[in-house]
């Protein structure tokens, strides 16, 4: 039990077959379902934040890469595999 900490109280609905898999993973640790549920979701809640940051972490050039990517629709996707594409049509 944790002490001199203010909780909120949250309620939970949990499948009977939940529920007895959170009573027993509790009684086997010598804790409170309370603590296993509290544990759970902070890990849940880093591991969710860790993904949402990965997903926003991204490099200017792959900013640029998709805003060109979007605005030449129909050539090669690298523009150097061709010298037309860099240089026109009368250079060979």
């Known amino acids: 039990m944790v002490y001199g900490v203010y909780m909120k109280r949250k ?5 009977p077959e939940l529920n007895y898999q959170l009573e027993q993973l509790a009684k086997k ?6 603590l296993v549920v509290r544990e759970a979701l902070a890990v849940y809640v880093v591991d ?3 993904e949402q940051k990965k997903k926003k972490k991204m490099k200017p ?4 890469k998709n805003m ?5 629709k129909g050539g090669p ?3 150097s595999t061709n ?3 860099l240089y026109g049509p009368d250079v060979k």
Request: charged share 25%.
């Open 11 to 15: 309620q939970v609905m949990l499948t």
């Open 29 to 34: 640790r010598g804790s409170s379902a309370s």
């Open 48 to 50: 969710s934040r860790n």
């Open 61 to 64: 050039v792959d900013g640029m």
């Open 68 to 72: 060109l990517k979007n605005s030449f």
């Open 77 to 79: 996707e690298d523009l």
């Open 83 to 85: 010298d037309w594409y």
